[in-house]
């Protein structure tokens, strides 16, 4: 009976091996167990022997209890987030979708049948430990003793409840109850619909300050503040964002730079996007949702009127895209357009560096054409960031069908990610796409570009530490001295390194943006 209340206690107390998938027990309580012993004693004492259904069901109930707190525990140091069920559980098909891409059909059937079997043997685990205490509260000692027990973790739990013990030092578990308690709250508001939407901010001018630049705005995927704050990666980092700044220098343009803070952390990369190309901040998939039903005005948009020819360079986009009528692009290059023939790399297979050299050769390098304003997020820095595509100096290479020596995909190939340490992974692929924008600064060094550079959201707590805030950098790099000068007397220090505080929340950068570009010459 001892080991079963073990056993009972820990599968929904249990605490997660940061940052892993792997979990742990601290010596927590549970006050589900406390309530269901209590139940089961009062049940057993005035009526009859549980029935083998009921067992069963009762059974079912705690595995899914378990698989709740799982969730809990381990998503935070993952994902540097709660679980949202309503809205994560949406996205599972296009997770499917890409680890089946990337995954042998052997391996995916194995990681299936693997999950099938811990489930099995899971439920049939806490059975096992259930039948133990159905059949101790047939006797009457036994019966006593588990009353006695749980009537004292009850009163334990109101003592230390009304003391406010701090976080971290309370003897209970917080319950999964709770937990579906709070997904059951995130459902009803979601159906109900009651998150209303923000009023656009003003998005008129000329855009006077880069007439005749092309201006790029890329999002480098998962590219946070820890890049620069957190020594276990700024150090190994340093050498890409040097040589970053050289081909900054050398190309006879300047950089300022700032932090913002991201509406989302370590994934949903499209909340960022969309909270500076609206103006309007969002959090979460409801709002996005019913933003593009409205008519809104956009970034997009106001780089149209204003003459621009205005392109998305979108090359994990292999399915229907609605944000992009609803941003208002002339022009959309997904992954089908982009025909990408090479070594694949990562879950989206298609290297940073073959997209800009698609996009010269489609746009940029065209005799006559209107200036360019280009929206590009990028894929090669996606977790979990190995196998990292090589650099290529020699860029017209890149877009034949043998883009890089046999040496070079052996060694990128090679590498594996380490799934108990994702930061050299991530130190990797941050320098590749470092290295790919510095690379594409010198193929235009005599171009009149305005590249807006930024990050979408920091990479998941397993790279980022615990607590991390949701800070990522925004560097403005340029030739045009009046749009930096404004940029700086707007909070942008100058240098590729931003500074405390933040500016503000993402989507308060695209007034900032357009107010720098449209008054930088007044």
Not at 265 to 281: K, P, V
């Amino acid at each position: 009976m001892a080991a079963a209340l073990v056993l009972l206690d820990a599968s929904l107390t249990f605490t997660n091996v940061w940052p892993t998938l792997a979990v742990r027990w601290h010596g927590g309580l549970s006050i589900e167990l406390a309530v269901c012993l209590l139940g089961l004693a009062a049940f057993t004492r005035w009526n009859r022997q549980l029935s083998r259904a009921a067992l069963a069901w009762l059974s079912v109930g705690w595995t899914a209890l378990v698989l709740g707190r799982y969730a809990e525990v381990t998503a935070p140091a993952l994902y540097g987030r709660d679980v949202n069920l309503y809205w994560d559980l949406r996205f599972i098909p296009d997770v499917v979708a890409m680890v089946t891409r990337v995954a042998p059909l052997w391996l995916v059937v194995a990681a299936i049948a693997a999950a099938a079997l811990m489930l099995v043997g899971l439920y049939l685990l806490l059975h096992r430990g259930w039948r133990v205490i159905a059949v101790a509260v047939m006797d009457r000692q036994q019966r006593r003793v588990l009353i006695l027990l749980s009537a004292a973790l009850l009163v334990i739990l109101v003592t230390t409840r009304a003391r406010a013990r701090p976080p971290g030092e309370d003897l209970f578990a917080t319950p999964v109850t709770a937990t579906y308690a709070r997904q059951m709250r995130f459902v009803v508001e979601a159906m109900a619909g009651s998150t209303a939407l923000a009023e656009s901010p003003v998005m008129n001018g000329g855009l006077s300050g880069v007439r005749g630049a092309d201006v790029f705005v890329i999002f480098i995927e998962s590219y946070g503040a820890i890049s620069y704050e957190r020594p276990e990666i700024a150090r190994p980092l340093q050498p890409a964002i040097a040589a970053f700044g050289s081909a900054i220098r050398d190309t006879q343009r300047d950089v300022v730079s700032a932090y913002v803070e991201s509406p989302t952390f370590g994934g949903s990369s499209w909340l960022a996007h969309i909270s500076l190309l609206s103006g309007i901040e969002v959090r979460d998939p409801d709002t996005n949702a019913k933003l593009m039903t409205a008519h809104r005005d956009t970034i997009v948009r106001a780089f149209s009127r204003g003459g621009f020819r205005t392109v998305a360079l979108m090359p994990g986009l292999r399915q229907n895209w609605p944000e992009g009528v609803f941003y208002g692009f002339d022009e959309i290059y997904g992954a089908d357009r982009l025909a990408y023939g090479g070594p694949e790399f990562g879950w989206f297979a298609i290297p940073d560096q073959f997209s800009l050299d698609r996009l010269d050769a489609a746009e940029v390098d065209r005799a006559s054409r209107p200036p360019l304003f280009v929206f590009f997020p990028t894929i090669s820095t996606h977790f979990p960031f190995i196998p990292t595509p090589p650099y290529q100096p020699d860029w017209p290479r890149v877009s034949t069908k043998h883009p890089y020596d046999g040496p070079a995909i052996v060694r990128a190939y090679a590498r594996q990610p380490d799934w108990n340490d994702f930061r050299p992974g991530y130190v990797e692929a941050m320098a590749y796409d470092l290295a790919t924008i510095g690379g594409y600064l010198r193929k235009h060094a005599g171009r009149d570009f305005v590249l807006v550079v930024l990050g979408d959201h920091q990479p998941p707590a397993a790279v980022s530490g615990e607590r991390a805030p949701w800070d990522v950098p925004v560097h403005v790099i340029t030739s045009r001295r009046a749009v930096l000068d404004r940029l700086m007397a707007s909070g942008f220090r100058a240098g590729l390194t931003p500074a405390r505080p933040a500016l503000g929340r993402m989507h308060t950068l695209a007034p900032v943006l357009l107010r720098v570009f449209g008054d930088a010459h007044r």
